[in-house]
C-alpha cells in the first residue's frame, strides 16, 4: 500500500548544529509539504513544492530549507538548529493538481524534535 | 485566505452524537470547507469536505447552511475511540493546496 513515512521519529540534537528531516511518500504525488505542530498554534506550514525542483516558501520558513529532487522525497534541513525549533514536524503529500484544492492531504507519522 | 473559529474543548460521551460548529465570516466564493481529524502523536486525517448544503460519508456529516458562513461537523454515536482534535478549514482552489490550520476543537468522549 502507498504510504508517506518520515525519519527519524524522535531526535534531540544541540543548539547550532545543522539536522535533516526525511520525508518519503510512495503516491506518486506532485505536492508535497511541511508542517511544525506547537502547543497553541496548530499546524503551521514551513515550505512545500509542487514537483521536482520546486519549492516554496509557508508561513514560518525562517531557518529551513528544502529541496525536491525527486517525486518521493521532500528532506527538510534546519541550517543551524535554534531552540525555537523544538515543535514536532509533520510532513504531508496531496496528488491535487498543482491550481486546485488539495483533494486530500496524506500526512505522515511525525518527527519528534527537541533542539538543547 | 478566510480565518475559521471554533470551540477550544468539548465532552461528550459515547453513544451521544456530537455536533462541531466551525465560523467562517469571511468565506469566499471559491472556498471549500475540509474537517481533519487528528489523534495523539499522529498526523492529521482528512475526514470531510463540502461547499454548502449537506455531505455524508462514512464517518461524519457535514452541514452547511446557505450563506456558509459557518459549517457544522456532526459524528453521529461517538466511541472513545472519537476522542481528537478535529480541525475546521476553509480554502479555494487559488490557494495551491495550501491547508491553513487553526487550533482546532478537542473532543474528549468519556464512557
Known amino acids: 500500500d502507498a504510504e508517506i513515512t518520515q525519519s527519524p521519529r524522535h531526535k534531540i540534537t544541540e543548539t547550532g548544529r545543522q539536522v535533516t528531516l526525511a520525508c518519503h511518500q510512495t503516491?506518486?504525488?506532485?505536492?508535497m509539504f511541511w508542517y511544525r505542530q506547537d502547543l497553541g498554534h496548530g499546524l503551521r506550514l514551513i515550505h512545500y513544492?509542487?514537483?521536482?525542483?520546486?519549492?516554496n516558501k509557508g508561513e514560518v520558513s525562517d531557518g529551513y530549507s528544502v529541496s525536491r529532487s525527486n517525486t518521493e522525497d521532500l528532506p527538510l534541513t534546519l541550517e543551524s538548529a535554534a531552540s525555537s525549533q523544538t515543535s514536532v514536524y509533520f510532513c504531508?503529500?496531496?496528488?491535487?493538481?498543482?491550481?486546485?484544492?488539495?483533494?486530500?492531504?496524506?500526512f505522515g507519522p511525525g518527527t519528534r524534535l527537541t533542539v538543547l | 485566505l478566510a480565518k475559521t473559529t471554533q470551540p477550544i474543548s468539548m465532552d461528550s460521551y459515547e453513544g451521544q452524537e456530537v455536533n462541531i460548529t466551525c465560523s467562517h465570516n469571511?468565506?469566499?466564493?471559491?472556498?471549500?470547507i475540509t474537517w481533519y481529524q487528528q489523534f495523539p502523536s499522529q498526523g492529521p486525517r482528512f475526514i470531510i469536505q463540502?461547499?454548502?448544503t449537506k455531505v455524508t460519508n462514512e464517518v461524519a456529516s457535514l452541514f452547511i447552511p446557505a450563506d456558509r458562513k459557518s459549517s457544522t461537523l456532526s459524528l453521529p454515536r461517538v466511541s472513545l475511540s472519537d476522542t481528537a482534535v478535529y480541525y475546521c478549514?476553509?480554502?479555494?482552489?487559488?490557494?495551491?493546496?495550501?491547508?491553513?490550520f487553526g487550533q482546532g476543537t478537542e473532543l474528549s468522549v468519556k464512557p
Open positions: 513544492s509542487y514537483g521536482v525542483q520546486d519549492t
Open positions: 503516491w506518486n504525488h506532485n505536492n
Open positions: 463540502g461547499y454548502k
Open positions: 478549514l476553509v480554502g479555494s482552489y487559488n490557494q495551491g493546496g495550501k491547508l491553513i
Open positions: 469571511n468565506i469566499a466564493t471559491n472556498d471549500y
Open positions: 504531508a503529500s496531496s496528488g491535487a493538481a498543482r491550481e486546485k484544492v488539495a483533494d486530500t492531504q496524506y
